[in-house]
T-cell receptor
Framework: AQSVTQPDIHITVSEGASLELRCNYSYGATPYLFWYVQSPGQGLQLLLK??????LVQGIKGFEAEFKRSQSSFNLRKPSVHWSDAAEYFC????????????FGTGTRLTIIP | EPEVTQTPSHQVTQMGQEVILRCVPI?????FYWYRQILGQKVEFLVS????????KSEIFDDQFSVERPDGSNFTLKIRSTKLEDSAMYFC?????????FGPGTRLTVT
């Protein structure tokens, strides 16, 4: 069965600093990969997705992620964070295109300091 | 922009009672899902629904749970006899072609 690991439970960065959130997956073939963001009391908003093709994908709010097959990773990056980026970030993997269920990581809570 | 909606936003119920959580998926989507998130834990898949039947369910989705699409717009999750451990945030999601869009969730509190 597929699994997702987000090794960082909580990350604190200064506003304007760069950000990288780590995600590693376990699956025998190429998975479909997603990053979602959850603000307090809110639902899950899709930031970006990878299905195939270019391994560097761009998302909303200035986020990008790079799929590295050799490392089984799909790390999320942003060159300069804003206070509004403070939220919980979830990496997820889907394995059957069409009706895939998503398997989520445990999430990384991002705190922004002035 | 179309979105998934869920009602109620918060439901408090007593142990053993039945609850129905409601979702209105995005209108042209074909795949529907329920997930739950126990406080402080990760989001977990419960069930997927396509073509008016369950296509996959997790081990969490036992006989106490059921889903239904009673009309062309609503998608419901019923818990027949709630337990304390059913307290969680329940998210509905729908998918058109590629990605799943999530609703804002229903917080279920079982007392």
């Amino acid at each position: 069965a597929q699994s997702v690991t987000q090794p960082d439970i909580h990350i604190t960065v200064s506003e304007g600093a760069s950000l990288e959130l780590r995600c590693n997956y376990s699956y025998g073939a190429t998975p479909y990969l997603f990053w979602y963001v959850q603000s307090p009391g809110q639902g899950l908003q899709l930031l970006l997705k990878y299905f195939s093709g270019d391994t560097l994908v761009q998302g909303i709010k200035g986020f990008e992620a790079e799929f590295k097959r050799s490392q089984s990773s799909f790390n999320l990056r942003k060159p300069s964070v804003h206070w509004s980026d403070a939220a919980e970030y979830f990496c997820a993997v889907g394995v059957n295109f069409g009706n895939e269920k998503l398997t989520f990581g445990t999430g990384t809570r991002l705190t922004i300091i002035p | 922009e179309p979105e998934v909606t869920q009602t109620p936003s918060h439901q408090v119920t007593q142990m053993g009672q039945e609850v129905i959580l409601r979702c209105v998926p995005i209108s042209n989507h074909l795949y529907f899902y329920w997930y739950r998130q126990i406080l402080g834990q990760k989001v977990e898949f419960l069930v997927s629904f396509y073509n008016n039947e369950i296509s996959e369910k997790s081990e969490i989705f036992d006989d106490q749970f059921s889903v239904e699409r009673p009309d062309g717009s609503n998608f419901t999750l019923k818990i027949r006899s709630t337990k304390l451990e059913d307290s969680a945030m329940y998210f509905c999601a729908s998918k058109g072609r590629y990605e799943q869009y999530f609703g804002p969730g229903t917080r279920l509190t079982v007392t």
